[in-house]
């Protein structure tokens, strides 16, 4: 999997990433700034795949032996994520999840809904780009 960088800047009230809590599996283990996608009801989990809703930014690591069935996500800021092999971005692209802990450009699936955030910047395929979330 692709390793989540830590937040550039976090918006929002006092600058904290806006969070939002979610329901998620108590058996989960979720690190740190893992993209999150959505399911019904207000359910997240790490990213795993195209095409999926996008919920935030893991905050906090969720580990299986803690047993808890909720965490939070930072839904506005500025984060470094990975572009997939399917191709790069220029700045003001949005992007879309493309699997774990990445993102790639996709109309259809921008047309969707499904949008991560806007690049910040020019960036090739499988290279860090910045992207504003603002969920």
Same mark, same amino acid.
């Given at each position: 999997?692709?390793?989540? &960088?830590?937040?550039?800047?976090?918006?929002?009230?006092?600058?904290?990433?806006?969070?939002?809590?979610?329901?998620? *599996? *108590?058996?989960? %283990?979720?690190?740190?700034?893992?993209?999150?996608?959505?399911? %019904?009801?207000?359910?997240?989990?790490?990213?795993?795949?195209?095409?999926?809703?996008?919920?935030? !930014?893991?905050?906090?690591? &969720?580990? *299986?032996? %803690?047993?808890?069935?909720?965490? *939070?996500?930072?839904? &506005?800021?500025?984060?470094?994520?990975?572009?997939? %092999?399917?191709?790069?971005? !220029?700045?003001?692209?949005?992007?879309?999840?493309?699997?774990?802990?990445?993102?790639?450009?996709?109309?259809?699936?921008?047309?969707?809904? &499904?949008?991560?955030?806007?690049?910040?910047?020019?960036?090739?395929?499988?290279?860090? !780009?910045?992207?504003?979330?603002?969920?």
């Amino acid at each position: 999997m692709v390793e989540a &960088k830590d937040p550039i800047e976090l918006h929002g009230n006092n600058s904290a990433g806006e969070v939002i809590s979610y329901t998620v *599996s *108590s058996s989960a %283990d979720i690190p740190v700034n893992t993209l999150l996608q959505m399911t %019904d009801p207000r359910t997240a989990s790490a990213s795993s795949a195209a095409g999926e809703i996008f919920a935030g !930014v893991a905050s906090m690591e &969720k580990t *299986s032996a %803690d047993d808890s069935e909720t965490m *939070s996500a930072y839904t &506005k800021g500025v984060f470094p994520l990975y572009l997939s %092999d399917v191709g790069g971005c !220029v700045i003001g692209d949005q992007l879309v999840l493309a699997g774990a802990n990445m993102v790639k450009v996709d109309n259809t699936e921008i047309q969707e809904g &499904k949008i991560v955030g806007t690049a910040f910047a020019d960036g090739a395929a499988e290279t860090y !780009v910045s992207c504003r979330i603002n969920k």
